[in-house]
C-alpha cells in the first residue's frame, strides 16, 4: 500500500444497515478509494476513480454548486423536497409498473419480485399533479418495470402532455417495440419524444449474461422500427468488466452506422443496488477506466480528454460529449456543449439532442450555402455519447446525492434515483 498523498473527508452509508457514517477519501496504489467505518458492521473500503488525485480533482469543474444548508429530515432517509437538496430535479422517473417481460439477473428496480402491481390512471394523474405543484413540469421517464407491458400507455402519455409535460422517454427492453409496430405508432402519435433502449452490446454473450437471453435481434429490429416511424432512440448499455466493456468501441460504431435514428449512447457502469450479486467480478468500473477504454476501442477517434463532468449535477455522477460525423468519416468534437449548470438548461439540451431530428425549412445535405450544411450536419450526423455512475451502498456520497437531479416520482414526493434505488448487501431497500 503506498501512502496516503491525498486525503479528503465525505460522508456515506454502511453497506449493511445503510445508516450515515463518515468516511474518507484517498489515493492509493490503483486509484481514489473511499474508506468508512460502521460502528456496528465494522470497516469498509471500495475503488471509486482509477486515476490520480490530480485527475479526481481535475474532475470537478463545475460552476454552480448551490447554497449549503440544514437537511429537514434525515438523509439519506428522508428524502424528497428538503433544503439541504442543492439541485433542481431535470427528469422524473413515472415507474407504472414492476412487472415485466424479461427476469433479467441484474435488475435495479427489481422487477418482477414480490407483489405485481401497476398504477391506476388516477395514481398516474396524481402524480403529475404533485410534479406540476412542485417545480414542474420536467422531462419525463416513463419506466417499470417493462411499462410497454401496459396497453395504455399512449393514453398515459397523451394525458401528461394535456397536463402539461412535453417530453417523454420510453425505458424499455424494446420486446414489444420490436412485434408491434402500430403500438409504437400509437405512441409518437400520442407525444412519445424518444426510446431509452436497454442495448448491452453487439453480440449475443452480453445479453445472455446480463439479461438471461439472447436479444440482439430484438434491438436490432426496435432500431429499424423507430426508423420508420421517425422516433429518436438513446441506446443504453449497462457496462461491467468482463462482460461487454471490451464492446464499447463496437457499440459506439453500431451507433454511429444508425445515425440519425441513434441519438445518443448513454453509458451506464453497473452499480451494487436492486437484483444483482454483490460477489460479481467486475466491480467497480470508474469513469477514467471507462473513457480510456471509448478511447482505445474507438483508435483514438474518441479521446478521453473530450469528455467532462456533468454540470448540473455532481460531476462525478456523470460524463458527456458530442460529435459530429464528417463526410469522410472522421469524428469532430463539439466543444463546451452540454455542461449545463441548471437542470432546465439540461431539460432543454435533452430535448434538442435525444429527439428525432429537425432543421430548418429548407436546409438539405447537398445543397445551400455553408450554413445550411452545417445546420443539417448537426442534426442527422451528430452523436452525443454520455454516462452516467449510479451511487450504491459501497460508494454512495451524500454530497453527489445533494446535487442528484434525476427523481423517482411518488405520490407525495420526489426522491432522488440512487436514494430510492439504495440497497443493502442483502438487497433489502432502504425504500419499500
Known amino acids: ?47 471509486i476513480w482509477r486515476d490520480t488525485a490530480d485527475h479526481y480533482r481535475g474532475w470537478n469543474t463545475q460552476r454552480c454548486s ?23 430535479i431535470c427528469c422524473v422517473l413515472l415507474e407504472l409498473t414492476n412487472a415485466c417481460n424479461l427476469n433479467c439477473p441484474i435488475c435495479f428496480a427489481q422487477a418482477g419480485e414480490g407483489r405485481i402491481w401497476s398504477l391506476s390512471m388516477e395514481d398516474i394523474e396524481k402524480r403529475y399533479a404533485y410534479m406540476l405543484d412542485n417545480g414542474g413540469p420536467y422531462n419525463i421517464q416513463l419506466s417499470g418495470g417493462e411499462p410497454t407491458l401496459r396497453d395504455d400507455l399512449p393514453e398515459i402519455i397523451a394525458l401528461g402532455r394535456r397536463m402539461g409535460f412535453d417530453y417523454f422517454q420510453l425505458n424499455t427492453n424494446g420486446l414489444r417495440l420490436a412485434e408491434d409496430y402500430d403500438y409504437l405508432l400509437a405512441l409518437k402519435e400520442a407525444g412519445l419524444t424518444c426510446i431509452y433502449l436497454q442495448f448491452d452490446g453487439v453480440t449475443e454473450e452480453p445479453y445472455r449474461h446480463l439479461r438471461g437471453r439472447s436479444l440482439l435481434h430484438i434491438k436490432e429490429q426496435v432500431i429499424e422500427n423507430a426508423r420508420r416511424a421517425q422516433m429518436g432512440v438513446v441506446l ?8 461487454n466493456l471490451d464492446q464499447v468501441g463496437a457499440i459506439l460504431k453500431y451507433a454511429l452506422i444508425n445515425q440519425p435514428v441513434v441519438r445518443c449512447v448513454h453509458f451506464q457502469p453497473a452499480s451494487h443496488f436492486g437484483r444483482f450479486d454483490v460477489d460479481a467480478p467486475g466491480l467497480p468500473l470508474t469513469i477514467p477506466e471507462l473513457l480510456r477504454n471509448i478511447e482505445r476501442q474507438t483508435g483514438g477517434q ?29 469524428l469532430k468534437v463539439i466543444k463546451g456543449e452540454g455542461g449545463c449548470c441548471s437542470s432546465s438548461q439540461s431539460q432543454d439540451y435533452v430535448k434538442m439532442r435525444w429527439a428525432w431530428p429537425e432543421v430548418p425549412k429548407g436546409c438539405c445535405e447537398t445543397e445551400g450555402d455553408a450554413l445550411d450544411s452545417f445546420l443539417y450536419d448537426m442534426a442527422y450526423h451528430s452523436l452525443a455519447v454520455s454516462g452516467m455512475a449510479f451511487q450504491d451502498c ?21 426522491i432522488p434515483f440512487c436514494a430510492y434505488h439504495l440497497t443493502n448487501r442483502r438487497g433489502e431497500g432502504l425504500y419499500p
Open 1 to 47: 500500500m503506498c501512502e496516503k498523498v491525498w486525503e479528503m473527508e465525505t460522508e456515506s452509508v454502511c453497506p449493511i444497515c445503510l445508516k450515515r457514517i463518515p468516511g474518507k477519501k484517498h489515493q492509493g496504489n490503483a486509484g481514489i478509494f473511499m474508506e468508512k467505518k460502521c460502528p456496528e458492521h465494522g470497516e469498509f473500503k471500495t475503488l
Open 66 to 88: 448551490g447554497a449549503e444548508t440544514e437537511a429537514d429530515t434525515p438523509c439519506p432517509e428522508g428524502c424528497s423536497h428538503c433544503r439541504a437538496h442543492r439541485q433542481e
Open 236 to 243: 443504453v448499455p449497462t457496462v461491467i468488466r468482463g462482460v
Open 302 to 330: 474518441m479521446k478521453s480528454g473530450d469528455f467532462s463532468g456533468g454540470g448540473a449535477e455532481n460531476p462525478y455522477c456523470s460524463f458527456h460529449t458530442r460529435y459530429i460525423k464528417e463526410k469522410d468519416g472522421c
Open 394 to 414: 459501497e460508494n454512495l456520497e451524500l454530497s453527489r446525492l445533494q446535487k442528484c437531479y434525476i427523481a423517482v416520482a411518488q405520490e407525495d414526493a420526489l
